[in-house]
C-alpha cells in the first residue's frame, strides 16, 4: 500500500463514519447517540488528513526523479505494510453489509439479572405515579422495579410497555424485551418480561403491550423472568434509536 493507498483509505474510513452519522441515524446501531458529535469530528479529521495525503501525493515528484536516488538499493518510503488493507474492512462492512441493532438472538441468549446487578441505587425509579390511565414505563425501569421494590407498588397497576419480540429458549410464552447500553452494543444487557397469555408474534418485530405485573411469591430478587399479563398489543414501528 503506497501513501496514495493509504490517503484514500482515510477518507474512506472518514466518510464511512460521517455517512452514518450525518446522513443518518445508523450509528445509533451500535453506540449511545451522546457519541454523535465526536463520530463526527473524527470522520471530518479522517477525511481532511486523507486528502492531505492524497494532494501531497500526487504534488511529489517520482523517487525515480530525485536526485542521487538508486533504484537498485529497492528502498520506498511511501510504502506500508500490506495488512494495512484490512483497514478497509470496516468501510466494506458499513457500505455493503451494515449490521443491524442487536435484537432477539442476543436478547435470548443474556442474563436478565445482569440489568439489576448493573442498576446503582439512584437508578431505582421513584414511586409508580398516581395516574386515570396506564402508566408508561421503560422495560428498564419494569424490571428494575420488579426486582428492588419490597413494598411491590406496581402490584395492581395498568402499566404500558414498548420492546421487541424474542422467543422464549425454554419454550414457555414468550419475551417482550428491550437492550440497554452503557457505551456501545458490545456492552449490552438485557431488560425483559416473560408473557404468556398472548401468543407469540413474529421475532423482532416490535411491540406497545399495556398489562399488569404478575405479582410473584415469595421474594421477588428470586425470580428468574418477571411475568407480564397483556391486555392489549399494539404493533409499533421499530425506533431509531432500538436502546435504553
Do not use: K
Not at 28 to 51: D, K
Not at 122 to 134: E, I, K, L, M, N
Amino acid at each position: 500500500m503506497n501513501r496514495l493507498a493509504q490517503g484514500m483509505v482515510m477518507v474512506l474510513l472518514g466518510a464511512a463514519a460521517l455517512s452514518v452519522t450525518v446522513a443518518s441515524q445508523d450509528y445509533l446501531n451500535y453506540v449511545r447517540g451522546e457519541f454523535r458529535p465526536f463520530l463526527i469530528a473524527a470522520g471530518a479529521v479522517l477525511v481532511l488528513l486523507g486528502l492531505v495525503a492524497v494532494v501531497a501525493e500526487l504534488r511529489s515528484p517520482e523517487d525515480e526523479a530525485e536526485p542521487g536516488h538508486d533504484p537498485a538499493h529497492g528502498h520506498n518510503h511511501g510504502r506500508a505494510p500490506v495488512v494495512a488493507w484490512l483497514l478497509l474492512l470496516p468501510v466494506v462492512v458499513i457500505f455493503v453489509v451494515a449490521p443491524p441493532a442487536l435484537g432477539a438472538y442476543t436478547a435470548a441468549a443474556a442474563d436478565p439479572a445482569a440489568a439489576v446487578e448493573r442498576a446503582l441505587p439512584d437508578d431505582v425509579p421513584a414511586d409508580t405515579p398516581d395516574a386515570d390511565g396506564p402508566v408508561e414505563m421503560s422495560l428498564r425501569e419494569f424490571v428494575v422495579r420488579a426486582w428492588t421494590d419490597e413494598e411491590r407498588s406496581m402490584a395492581g397497576r395498568e402499566i404500558r410497555l414498548t420492546g421487541f419480540a424474542v422467543p422464549n429458549p425454554d419454550g414457555e410464552g414468550w419475551y417482550l424485551a428491550r437492550l440497554q447500553i452503557a457505551c456501545c452494543a458490545a456492552d449490552a444487557i438485557v431488560n425483559r418480561v416473560l408473557i404468556v397469555n398472548q401468543e407469540e408474534p413474529p421475532a423482532d418485530s416490535w411491540w406497545t403491550v399495556t398489562g399488569r405485573w404478575v405479582e410473584p411469591e415469595g421474594d421477588i430478587r428470586r425470580v428468574r423472568d418477571h411475568r407480564f399479563e397483556v391486555t392489549e398489543m399494539v404493533p409499533v414501528d421499530h425506533p431509531p434509536d432500538p436502546y435504553e
